[in-house]
């Protein structure tokens, strides 16, 4: 599937739901099935700091695509975090830098990834970006 | 003498609204409180009616712009039986008041080596201000323990001022755990020692009524947008002769008596702690709150809040799983507690699809979670326009979010 197949899927999904709190049911389960990230990386360096929830995040570069892991302490936030990396796993750097998450507006969700909510997101979507920069870098060097 | 909440509902007319789709239960009031219609009316009137800057023109507006703000100060004068209407400096808030004391106490009183006494309940707003000023002086910060239950451990009081002591600075009512401290206590304590207090008031001023020379307080500072005024606006009563020995905080127009480039020479009190044009309308503003609430009865506003806590209280801890963070005997309308393990963020963000507004996370207090070993909490803080059926509402949501979580 490319990466707008399967925000349409998400976005699918999601329109079975007619009410915000079977939506937010939906995410609490997606959050508690996401394996939480390796406790060694449970750490300062992988913390995204969102004053409220935290987001521990890391990528790596495998055969040009790159392999997120990512954990947050509320569930909540680490339901839109699988989703995220349902999105945005195992795509290139390119795909990364140039996409347009449009999904999380249209599951109704757009409030979670405002800047006001102090949940880590925002800050999280922008340090995946910098992976993907990064990694950009690396391999047109 | 009891209230009519509907009609007192009626006088804040953000409370009737919906939000998504259900009817607003405003529990932040700990951050801040709505305004009744007379202080939006006597905000819009003042810009459309007699704006001018104060002590300073002679033009017609001026005067009666220097008039209503002066009769502010005498309002909140009353409010708080101070003395002296020069003893009631206005601020931008609560957080100016106390840096404004750090700052020029400090200068004034503290020199290296001498020691100021926080407590372990402290917002960081009464906090890292005079951290700054002990880093600034190289004195040293003491801080005052508190238990288990959320109260202050006086005893250890006696045993952490010095003859080194400089200032004491406490909050009145703890905006994360609702403790409600024995302030004219701790004062008297700390005098038998000769130690001047700073009592916090943010969370305070809008529970019971307060005197401070009842109290023999020698600072308390207060947030009008905590007590029904707007942002903003802020004050700070001090002892005239406290004010009177200490150096000047900001420089500017207002706070001077001559200015030459060789010498400047300041002006009397309050002036001289209120550089630059103050913020006249929300002080005329805050005096038409502080005249609202006590049309409703201070007490019996206290009284009222203290049933709605009761009850919040003994609903919640009925909810197995339901911990309470603060369980002092003596408690303003604060409520903080955790369900279960569930993160304060999850808990916040299902009552808010519900139309409840709490606050969530570590409300400016990080020692006081370092001390319970948490995160942050989930608090409720209630205002005489909250209802008992509003608390029922909540008392749902935690059971919602607990079935969704769990």
Known sequence: ?141 | MSLDISKIRQDFPILNQSIYGKPLAYFDNGATTQKPQVVLDTINHFHNSINANIHRGVHKLSEESTKAYEEARETVRSFINAKKSSEIIFTSGATASINLVAFSFGETFVHEGDEVIVSEMEHHSNIVPWQMLCERKKAILKVLPFDNNGELILSKLDELITPKTRILAVTHVSNTLGTVNPIKEIIAKAHQHNVPVLIDGAQGVKHGVIDVQDLDVDFYAIAGHKVYGSTGIGVLYGKENLLNEMYPWQGGGDMIATVSFEKTTYNELPFKFEAGTANFIGAAGLATALEYYKSIGVEAATDYETELLNYATSKLKAIEGVRIIGNAKHKAAIISFLIENIHPYDTGMILDKMGIAVRTGNHCTQPIMAHYGIDGTVRASFAFYNTFEEIDRLVEGVKKVKEMFG
Request: aromatic share 8%.
């Open chain 1, 1 to 141: 599937m490319t990466l707008n197949e399967v925000q349409d899927r998400i976005v699918e999904d999601f329109s079975m739901f007619d009410d915000w709190m079977d939506r937010y049911q939906q995410l609490i389960e997606l959050g508690k099935d996401l394996p939480p990230i390796d406790e060694k990386k449970r750490t300062e360096s992988y913390l995204i700091k969102g004053c409220q929830s935290k987001v521990w995040l890391d990528a790596e570069l495998k055969d040009g695509k790159i392999y997120f892991t990512a954990d947050s302490d509320a569930i909540i936030t680490k339901g839109i975090v699988a989703l995220l990396i349902q999105v945005l796993n195992q795509r290139t750097p390119k795909e990364i830098l140039d996409v347009d998450l449009y999904f999380i507006d249209k599951i109704g969700l757009k409030e979670n990834l405002s800047p006001t909510r102090s949940n880590g997101l925002v800050a999280m979507v922008k340090q995946m970006r910098m992976f993907a920069l990064a990694y950009q870098t690396k391999l047109n060097s």
